[in-house]
Structures are given as C-alpha cells and as structure tokens.
C-alpha cells in the first residue's frame, strides 16, 4: 500500500458528567461518546524522512502543534518507520468541543500503523492516543461508547437510531482547560438540563429515540455559558428555530441542536447561519 486516505470523524458526548478533579489535575468523567459524519480527511504516503504535514480547509498548524503530526512523530519514535507525508484537509471547526483534533490524530495513528505495517492492534492504538490526548482513544475506535476516567476507558455501546443534527459554532473557541478551572471554581453547578447516564444508556440499548432524546445534558454547558454567555443564547435560538433538543458539545463552545429529520435540520440551519456562519448540517453515525 503507498498511499491511504482515512476521514476522520467529528464526536458530540450525548451526556457529559464530571465526577471530580483528580490530583494529575485531570478530572474524572462519564461520558456517552457519539461519532458524527462531519470529517476531516487524511492522506498519507511514505516519504523518505521526516513528517511533512500539509493542511488545507480551516487554517491548523502544520508543525508539532498539530496533533496529527503528534501522533505521527509519536509512533516514529516508538515503532520506527523513515518517514511519512500526510495531507490534512481541516473541515471539523477548531477548539469547539467536537474533538476534530483528536479524530486528526486518531486517523494518523490508523492510517501509519497500515501504511507501515506495524502491526498494533485497535486497543495499542487507543492507548497511544490517550498518551495524545483523553478523546483520541475514543476517536480511534468511534461509533457510540461510554467514556469512563479522563475519557479513556472505553465499553462500547450499539449504534443509535439515527439523530439530524444542526451544529453551530460562536466565532471564538474555547480552552478545555480553562473550561475545567471554572468547573473547579465552582463544582456544583448544575446545567439547565441534567445529563440523564442510565436513562441514556437503557435507552440506546432498546434503540429508543425518544428516551434518547429525554436524557441528553452536559454538565460543562453550565461553566462554558457563565464563560461565554453566547453559548446560552445559541442553545436558545436553536430551541427557538425547532430543534428538539440543544447541548452543548463537549467543554464547547460549539452547541448541538437535534432536529426531526434532514429536511427540518436543513430549515434551521439557514436560520442560524444567517447570524453564525459556522453553522454546518451532520448527523450521528
Ligand atoms: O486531554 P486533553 O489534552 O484533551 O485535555 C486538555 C485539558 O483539559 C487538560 O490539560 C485538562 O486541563 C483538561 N481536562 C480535564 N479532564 C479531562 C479532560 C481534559 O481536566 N477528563
């Protein structure tokens, strides 16, 4: 094989809890990982040293702040191979909760462990990227799957009905780390919907939409909306326009809005475009 090109999907978290901060500095999680079909897309050939990292779409790093080349540069070192091209067309918006940085880096690990027949199993793989970041090991194995410790520790779960969903985007992005200070400042904030665990998971194992629908919440949206009180406005306009539901993805400040189907997600999103112009169409996976 010379050349292989991976898309590398986009995640929402369908419920978010945080248990408490750890002494690492990290904090524990439970978390119900969601793939979306929104991807960025990876190519990758072999070069003769080195790792040479083209971007296009959305502007990203090219150098070792780029996770991709993170990921790349980490098992060069480890398993050793002379050298890898990767192309890197940037779609997933950047620092905006839906992981696109992690699914770079997730697809990096995939893509040079074929490329170069290294021979790690999808578990190696996921545990490589947790050393990249608490949502590469999810991104590595994706679909639906319940997120335990920082994230990483991962019991997969049947997919899910499929769910439309209108993702919008604030012209800022956020820090994760500085969205998990503020939880720390003040714990015990509830968002305005509770993330309902058990009821989400008993009803992604009946395939049961509605109970789906009844459970989801992110206990990050209360931190991320005091931060950025846009985040709340967007949740509202989304409910406003006909969205059935509206959550904040991960630590933010992206929010996702669950539509009745394709037709209807497609009416609210020219809605919202009209005063967010990040605002893109996708559905689960
Ligand atoms: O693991 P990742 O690089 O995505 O995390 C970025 C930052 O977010 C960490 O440095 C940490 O401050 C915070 N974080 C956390 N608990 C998690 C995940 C991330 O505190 N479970």
Redesign the pocket.
């Known amino acids: 094989m010379d050349v292989l090109t991976l898309p590398a999907y986009g995640k929402i978290n369908l419920t978010l809890k945080v248990l408490g901060r750890r002494s690492d500095?990290?904090?524990?999680?439970s978390t119900i990982f969601q793939s979306i079909a929104l991807a960025d897309r990876l190519t990758f050939s072999r070069c003769r040293e080195g790792i040479r990292l083209e971007t296009s779409g959305l502007p990203v790093p090219q150098g070792p702040e780029n996770l991709a080349y993170r990921a790349a540069a980490r098992l060069q070192s480890r398993y050793g191979f002379p050298g890898v091209r990767i192309t890197l067309k940037k779609q997933i918006p950047l620092a905006a909760g839906l992981a696109g940085g992690?699914a770079d880096a997730a697809a990096t690990l995939i893509g040079v462990n074929a490329l170069f027949n290294l021979g790690l199993t999808p578990g190696q793989l996921a545990r490589e990227g947790a050393a990249l970041?608490?949502?590469v090991p999810f991104c590595v194995i994706g679909g639906t799957a319940l997120g335990r410790g920082?994230?990483e520790e991962l019991s997969l779960l049947p997919p899910l009905p499929t769910l439309w969903l209108v993702l919008v985007k604030p012209s800022f992005g956020v820090s994760?780390?500085a969205v998990?200070r503020g939880w720390d400042a003040s714990p015990g904030q509830t968002p305005m919907e509770a993330p309902d665990e058990e009821r989400a998971l008993a009803a992604i194992r009946r395939g049961d939409r509605a109970g789906i629908m009844a459970s989801l919440g992110n206990d990050l949206e209360a931190v991320t909306c005091r931060l950025y009180p846009e985040v709340m406005a967007i949740k509202m306009r989304l409910l406003a326009e006909g969205a059935e539901r509206a959550v904040m993805c991960g630590?933010g400040p992206a929010v996702f809005g669950v539509a009745a189907d394709g037709e209807t997600a497609r009416r609210i999103a020219s809605r919202l475009q009209e005063t967010y112009p990040e605002t893109i169409v996708t559905r689960t996976l």
């Open positions: 500095g990290y904090h524990n999680l992690s970041g608490s949502d920082r994230g994760t780390a998990y630590s």
